[in-house]
């Protein structure tokens, strides 16, 4: 199956790389441009590397993964059989992105969406082929679900059509209808949100919070450690999302998360969040 996934940053990368897993898979990548597709493979190869080094996986196997993706410009995604988006959580851009794909692609390509908590039916609206969300889990190549989400108008073979493809990833897909943030987000980016007031109230430390949800809670990775690994800004375009859908205010962002995104501290991603990387 030839896949091409747009978007080459923490998730772009992430689902090129667990698409990349599988033989007789073809993956192209692209960005903004060739050089940040090509960015993306690298920091794929940094990742698969750490694998090797630390015994978990032979490097003939990472070889091949990386063998796999193929930094391109969009262009190149003329006979891709799905097109896999992870751009920014922006609804602009997303509607954009589809729009110029929906020329580039040939019909019977499949579009789909990793969008943490849009409208699939608004990104979808007025392209030639019908959309779904296909809802990745960072970090992607590990992680086991996939929420599939069908919009308004996606027919239930599209439905049926991307459950199995995430079932030949080794995923898991369960099919969720579309509502702001879907379930995963919908519970544990507020989690997130209350762990950032909890630390802005001096309530506890950051490992302190952390370590209480740990071995509290069973969690295997703690709120604020795991808001920086998603990103506090993909964590804030969530809370914006979830507050302005439902109109509900107890989802209103944190304003230290919101300064904090201001002010660049996004977590893994920019080297601090509310730990330095
Ligand atoms: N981070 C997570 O844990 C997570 C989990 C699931 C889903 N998501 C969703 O995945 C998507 C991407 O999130 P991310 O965390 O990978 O963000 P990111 O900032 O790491 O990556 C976004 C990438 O999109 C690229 N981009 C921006 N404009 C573009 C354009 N016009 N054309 C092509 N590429 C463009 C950027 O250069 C960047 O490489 C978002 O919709 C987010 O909500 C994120």
Known sequence: MKIG???????GSGIAQA????????????????????????RIAKGLQKRVDAAKMEQEAAYQVLNRINPVEKSAFSDCDLIVE??????????????????IAKPDCLFATNSSSLSI?????????????M???????????VEVIPGLNTPPDLVEQVSQIARDLGKTPVVVLEAPGFVVNRILIPMINEAVGIYAEGIASVEGIDTAM????SHPMGPLELGDLIGLDVCLAVMDVLEEETGDTKYRA?????????????????????YTY
């Open 5 to 11: 996934i747009i978007g080459a940053g923490t998730m």
């Open 19 to 42: 698409f990349a897993q599988v033989e007789g898979n073809n993956v192209l990548l692209a960005d903004v441009n060739l050089d940040l597709a090509v960015k993306g493979k690298e």
């Open 86 to 103: 992870a751009v920014l959580e922006s609804m602009p851009l997303k509607k954009e992105t589809f729009s110029a794909l929906d020329v």
């Open 121 to 133: 039916t608004e990104i979808g609206h007025g392209l030639k082929r019908p959309l779904i969300g």
């Open 135 to 145: 809802h990745f889990f960072n970090p992607a190549p590990v992680m086991k679900l």
């Open 214 to 217: 740990k071995l509290g809670a």
């Open 254 to 274: 944190h304003p230290l998360l919101r300064k904090m995104v201001r002010g660049g501290r996004l977590g893994r991603k920019s080297g601090a969040g509310f």
